[in-house]
């Protein structure tokens, strides 16, 4: 049966390369942002190269959305197995300037969506016994920062997620992992804004959207009896 990936948060950096990571493995790779038009560059490089992808626009945060979109996939393109969760959220706000609204929405961005896609992920798995759950963490699911309460809070709920799925689904056969990204990433983003970070990339002192993709990639295909639930990814230069 067709290989099936879906990547929630197809982004330019990590989602993609992710996205393109599993189309390279013979995954028929789904990539989701708010809107479909937003993946379409994604959708097109991946088949360039060959691969098979299809782009869906799917708010992460209502429920409705993603319970429709996993078995929009699940009917029409093919079993998921492997589901990928990349949304990130990560605002800087002084504890004093973070409104309501900032928090509630954070948290529904990277942490209720992040649960939503885990349930339905797990919804179709567990019958099939079979299946990889992934989840991209950051620095912040480790310690809050000065600035990051909302950040921080909502990335520690989904690595709590994580572990509880992982508990509940490994001996039903379900794979769950979670990556603590430690550091900046390749991004147009970090360019603009931090140069003299970026300026690191000479010398593989940021992190490499691939390379990333890469070690999602190895712990899909780990054997179960070695499989990995928490990595953590980091520049070799980056102090932890």
Known sequence: MQKTALVIGAGDATGGAVARRFARGGFHTVCTRRTPEAVA??????EAEGGQATGLGSDA?????????????ERDIGPLGVVVFN?????????????A???????????F??????REAARHMVPRAAGTILFTGATASMRGGSGFSAFAAAKFALRATAQSMARELGPEGVHVAHAVIDGAIDTPW????????YKLKAEA???DPDAIAEAYWQVHVQPRSAWTHELDLRPWMETF
């Open 113 to 118: 969506a992040g649960f939503l896609a885990g």
């Open 41 to 46: 560059p994604l959708v097109a490089a991946i």
């Open 87 to 99: 949304i990130g959220g990560n605002v800087h706000f002084p504890i004093r300037e973070t409104t």
């Open 205 to 207: 002192g940021i992190l």
């Open 190 to 197: 970090i360019a603009e804004r931090f140069p003299e970070r």
């Open 61 to 73: 945060r209502d429920e409705d959305q993603t319970v429709a979109l996993f078995d929009r996939i």
């Open 101 to 111: 609204r900032v928090y509630r929405k954070v948290w529904e961005m990277a942490a």
